[in-house]
């Protein structure tokens, strides 16, 4: 009776592959777990293995697309095939049989990460090829364009690398596959096992003995090798302080090549003497690239996006923050001893934005195709400078909360970006975005809106400058605001209307407090 082969699942969000090639003949003999042919998605390659030995009918075509399910080939087991194989060699296959079943190769793939992420990188692999692993050990880190997560192992044995480090990968693409072997397992059990029931003594030796010549004893990382050979260092003239003594990415960015200090006198002196002959005396002129990360190739993509999709344009204003600051002065103390947390600008301003979105929705919605959609909630995204770069988490339900609750969950949500930590939920959707560049020293700029939103607010930095109140000139300290906004859902009455509304509301905290 004919074996039916169908197409695999080869992922989660893959309906349809193609047939880019067969590698074995219509009518040719088979081996079991020889590979038939290459089945091609608009993600990745396949493989598609003999699951019995016999002769092959070919039913669908090279080059043809067909869904999950179908039934892709035949293989007739034949008795003819058996007999005329040597009994040698099926005694061998019978001998081997036991080890084969024994045996379970578990494939993994990049797993759905979030709801608007698509495609993911290898930040580090943390193991090696052919390590043995544990369940629920971390295999890897992935990198998306919104945060970093980790990989841990579904199952026990080892581990086959399929996606080498720093290569961008899309959800359902094959990442690694875990080699279930009981046998070894249990082996490794047992070993372990015998080596504890020897004497006290002589198993502490053994085991720090086993542990400095491992493997990974003195062994880097891809990402440390990678990093050693642009530097010209052999991994045996560092000391690594992974694991077992591997050397990770940071050994190899600390590492320095040492020379003798007659050969670096000799090349700095050659150096300056052709400079001299070159009539260049400016110094080193050295060069580096580095790859850009998922991070920054989408945050570029989306910014370039929004300039080039929206009628983006910026109103500005001043804002005289002594009032608040007045305030600052008078109840940080009492403020940071009754709610544990200091009184900020940034409660001030979220506060003032909460206030004015509701007198002008507009400004608190986007366009989602034909339609507008308005929210009846500030759900305020604040820009947050990240180690990877720029994160947006959101402030759910702003307008609900006191300045304290606002204070502390800036808080919550900073610590979290700065160790990398923020999840998928804490930085998706925000109807409004607050920018600080001032914290930079920025005076004033053009912030581009964080899209779907319509419209963002910069705040700059806080310069005491000369102006005119009742009629008299006085230095007071001044924030220049600009508001970028998009002009399809927002007109220039609304946008510079809600300018105005924050500035009046900073400029007289005290409206922030009774809700005028």
Not at 92 to 106: M, N, Q
Not at 456 to 472: C, E, K, P, T
């Amino acid at each position: 009776m004919s074996l039916e082969v169908t197409v695999p699942a080869v992922g989660e969000s893959i309906n349809e592959v193609t047939i880019a090639q067969w590698l074995k003949k219509d009518g040719e003999h088979v081996e079991e777990d020889d590979v038939l042919c290459e089945l091609e998605s608009d993600k990745a390659t396949f493989e598609l293995n003999a699951e019995v030995a016999g002769t092959l009918k070919i039913i669908v075509e090279e080059g043809e697309t067909i869904d999950i399910g179908t039934k892709i080939c035949e293989i007739t087991p034949s008795d003819t095939d058996k007999s005329e194989k040597p009994e040698k060699e099926v005694e061998e296959k019978t001998e081997a049989a036991p080890k084969a079943s024994s045996e379970e190769v578990i494939s993994m793939f990049v797993p759905t990460v979030g709801e608007s992420i698509n495609e993911v990188t290898i930040a580090s692999w943390l193991k090696e090829n052919d390590d043995f692993v544990e369940e629920e050990e971390v295999l890897c880190e992935i990198e998306s364009d919104k945060a970093t997560f980790e990989l841990a192992a579904e199952n026990t044995g080892y581990l086959e690398i399929i996606a080498k480090e720093g290569e961008t990968l899309n959800i359902g693409d094959l990442i690694c596959k875990i080699k279930v072997t009981e046998s070894n397992a249990s082996t490794d059990k047992t070993d372990k096992t015998s080596s504890a029931q020897s004497n006290g003594h002589e198993t502490v030796t053994t085991a720090a003995s086993s542990s400095n010549t491992t493997y990974a004893s003195g062994h880097p990382s891809p990402a440390a090798n990678k990093i050693l050979e642009e530097k010209g260092i052999s991994p045996q003239a560092i000391t690594g302080s992974g694991v077992d003594g591997r050397i990770t990415k940071e050994d190899a960015l600390k590492a320095e090549k040492q020379k003798p200090e007659t050969v670096q006198n000799k090349e700095k002196a050659t150096t300056k003497q052709n400079a001299i002959a070159s009539g260049d005396l400016s110094g080193d002129r050295n060069e580096r690239k580095e790859k850009m990360s998922s991070l920054r190739k989408t945050v570029s993509k989306r910014l370039v996006a929004v300039k080039n999709e929206t009628a983006m344009l910026t109103t500005f204003n001043e804002v005289d923050m002594q009032p608040i600051m007045d305030i600052r002065k008078k109840y940080k103390e009492a403020f940071k001893e009754k709610h544990g947390v200091g009184l900020g600008f940034m409660s001030f301003f979220t506060k003032a934005v909460c206030e004015a979105l509701k007198e002008w929705p507009a400004v608190n919605a986007k366009i989602d195709g034909e339609e507008m959609v308005f929210h009846d909630y500030c759900d305020i995204s604040i820009a947050v400078s990240a180690p990877k770069g720029l994160v947006v988490p959101v402030i759910r339900n702003a307008e609900s909360m006191g300045f304290n609750e606002i204070e502390a969950e800036i808080i919550r949500l900073a610590t979290k970006a700065k160790e990398n930590k923020l999840t998928i939920p804490e930085m998706t959707g925000g109807t409004f975005t607050i920018t600080n560049g001032g914290v930079f020293g920025s005076m004033l700029s053009t912030p581009i809106i964080n899209a779907p939103q319509s419209a963002i607010l910069g705040m700059h930095n806080i310069v005491q400058r000369a102006v005119v109140i009742d009629g008299q000139v006085v230095v007071r300290p001044i924030m220049y605001v600009a508001l970028s906004y998009d002009h399809r859902i927002i007109d220039g009455r609304e946008s510079v209307s809600f300018l105005v509304k924050v500035k009046q509301l900073l400029e007289d905290p005290v409206r922030l407090m009774i809700g005028i």
